[in-house]
T-cell receptor
């Protein structure tokens, strides 16, 4: 069955540095969504990617969908303490099955 | 103020008891979902419903039951058959279809001892 894997599981970042988290699917995806969950909170939708090779930006966040539509990445530049939280990708396969990855927990040190 | 509400925020139960978690939305969404979140495992789908009076099992439905009698409400019952019920439970809703984001409630943390 479909599997969505995220790496790394944990990311410790110095404030001001850049980092990237990756999402890989065992099957081709029709779309992929990214969510952020602050500590003690609930997931909040960030963005959806649909097209092969698509790149979308939200201020310091850059999201990319791979050409084969089996992987995606989230790159954050100049990390701030407000970026703390767990970032989840969620991929939907061609049958409509939607699966979340295990998330990347981001810790920012000042 | 539109959104999804879950109650209670914290719930404690003795082993062997059934417990029902509430989820209500006023976003006029057709689709609703229940997820379980355990540390390091992300969100796993328990049940989902695309329309009133219809619902489907997700990946980990065993030991759980749901009903969808009203568009706004999608309660989840954790039965005594669920072997490891202690977890953080999240309810979500969305516009029906494959291309819409999910809106999550604040969650209910269930502890069974």
């Amino acid at each position: 069955g479909q599997q969505v894997m995220q790496i790394p599981q944990y990311q410790h970042v110095q404030e001001g540095e850049d980092f990237t988290t990756y999402c890989n699917s065992s099957t081709t995806l029709s779309n992929i969504q990214w969510y952020k969950q602050r500590p003690g909170g609930h997931p909040v939708f960030l963005i959806q990617l649909v097209k092969s090779g698509e790149v979308k930006k939200q201020k310091r966040l850059t999201f990319q969908f791979g050409e084969a539509k089996k992987n995606s990445s989230l790159h954050i530049t100049a990390t701030q303490t407000t970026d703390v939280g767990t970032y989840f990708c969620a991929g939907r396969d061609s049958w409509g099955k939607f699966q979340f990855g295990a998330g990347t927990q981001v810790v920012v040190t000042p | 103020d539109g959104g999804i509400t879950q109650s209670p925020k914290y719930l404690f139960r003795k082993e062997g008891q059934n417990v029902t978690l509430s989820c209500e939305q006023n976003l006029n969404h057709d689709a609703m979902y229940w997820y379980r979140q355990d540390p390091g495992q992300g969100l796993r789908l328990i049940y989902y419903s695309q329309i009133v009076n219809d619902f489907q099992k997700g990946d980990i439905a065993e030991g759980y039951s749901v009903s969808r009698e009203k568009k706004e409400s999608f309660p989840l019952t954790v039965t005594s058959a669920q072997k490891n019920p202690t977890a953080f439970y999240l309810c979500a809703s969305s516009i029906a279809g494959n291309s819409y984001e999910q809106y999550f409630g604040p969650g209910t943390r269930l502890t069974v001892t």
